[in-house]
């Protein structure tokens, strides 16, 4: 898995055989990925001809493998090329070959040569610090020590899945391990939030080739996520948006509203207070999505979600959240832990207190008299 570190991006893929044109391509794909204007290809094929490959290590703790199994499908770039061509995967327990002293030893080799500059990527929460380390342990080691002594000098940190971004279901009510988000934990280093159950696999490698392009993490909203692929509800991405303002919904999963592709709101759909890419990234190649299957959005981006009410139930927003209250915390400047991550956890705590229903009128009134 581990390759030459100081090969420039460039080069490896020339190594691989790669075209000139093969590579404008990439880099095309690359914008998109990026949500990027066409304009910035020319830009982004001069960054990844000179970028290094970062060496990135990639913690698995209390998860159930679903975030590296959604990256395993993603496809542009694929695994193999993420891992071939765009970085040096030096540490990962489901996708390494090494096993038991030779793993941590690749680990620990990553951290010293690359000491300062590699990524450390996180799926699953973390027992804290005051919780039982044997709640889960990886060589004999608690996940928070593994953690703390991974970050310590590295570039900055990539929390993927809900698990790791917020918590996720370990945390749920009643937290029987302790669980904690990384950013709960990791306070002296960028973290970046990748959520969802599992993320969408191009938001993951889209992410990286951010971070490959400009060298550094892109512009995030109040909870620590891109705003690139969160900073618009899943309501107003939606195919099925048109039919909520038309006021048709489906009653029941197979009534004729169902058939007919109605919104799916009073089946307890989440879309109205979750930020995600789902609607218009897909999953499978850009097959398919669950509302597109449909089954209601669970809101398994946001925090909280598995504690926010039934999954069947009409939604419930915190009266003091406007749809764009998270695109004004992420207007006003690139958030990256410090100040505003505190000030979103408070928020978060105060919200999750004033959780209330809503009626789908109530819900229109709100949409209408918040301003753009």
């Not at 209390?62 to 993603?74: D, F, I, K, M, V």
């Not at 991405?237 to 009653?251: N, Q, S, V």
């Not at 229903?357 to 819900?363: G, S």
Request: charged fraction near 20%; aromatic fraction near 8%.
């Amino acid at each position: 898995m581990r390759k030459r570190p100081d090969k420039t991006l460039g080069e490896s893929l020339r190594d691989h055989g790669l075209s000139r044109r093969g590579f404008l391509k990439l880099c095309a794909a690359t914008a998109s990925l990026m949500a990027l204007p066409p304009s910035m290809v020319p830009a982004i094929a001069a960054a990844l001809e000179q970028a290094r490959r970062p060496s990135v290590i990639w913690l698995s703790f209390q998860e159930c493998t679903g975030c590296t199994e959604s990256l395993t499908r993603a496809h542009a770039p694929t695994l193999e090329d993420l891992i071939l061509d765009f970085i040096s995967l030096d540490y990962h327990h489901t996708l390494q070959a090494a096993s038991g002293d030779a793993a941590e030893e690749a680990r620990f080799q990553a951290m010293e040569e690359n000491k300062g500059r590699y990524l450390v990527i996180v799926d699953g929460s973390i027992p804290g610090p005051d919780a039982n380390p044997g709640f889960s342990t990886v060589a004999g080691h608690s996940n928070y020590d593994i953690l703390m002594e991974t970050v310590e000098h590295a570039a900055a940190v990539i929390a993927v899945g809900t698990c790791a971004a917020f918590g996720g279901l370990p945390q749920a009510r009643p937290n029987p391990t302790g669980a904690m988000s990384v950013m709960e934990l990791v306070r002296d280093k960028p973290v970046i939030n990748v959520p969802g159950c599992p993320p969408i696999p191009m938001v993951i490698t889209g992410v990286v080739a951010h971070y490959l392009v400009f060298g550094r993490l892109p512009e995030l909203d109040g909870y620590g996520r891109p705003l690139a692929f969160y900073g618009q509800s899943i309501h107003d991405r939606c195919y099925r948006r048109p039919f909520y303002d038309k006021g048709l919904f489906a009653e029941s999963f197979d009534d004729e509203g169902a058939k007919q592709g109605w919104c799916l709101y009073r089946l307890g759909c989440k879309g109205p207070t979750t930020y995600n890419a789902c609607a218009t990234m897909k999953w499978n190649d850009g097959t398919s999505w669950p509302v597109e299957a449909g089954h209601p959005c669970l809101g398994c981006s946001e925090p909280k979600f598995w504690d926010a009410g039934g999954f069947y139930e009409p939604v419930s927003v915190p009266l003091t959240l406007g749809p764009t209250t998270l695109l004004g915390a992420g207007a006003a400047g690139a958030v990256v832990g410090g100040g505003l991550a505190t000030l979103a956890r408070k928020q978060r705590k105060e919200e999750a207190g004033a959780r209330q229903p809503v009626t789908v009128d109530e819900l229109e009134q709100k949409l209408s008299t918040t301003p753009p």
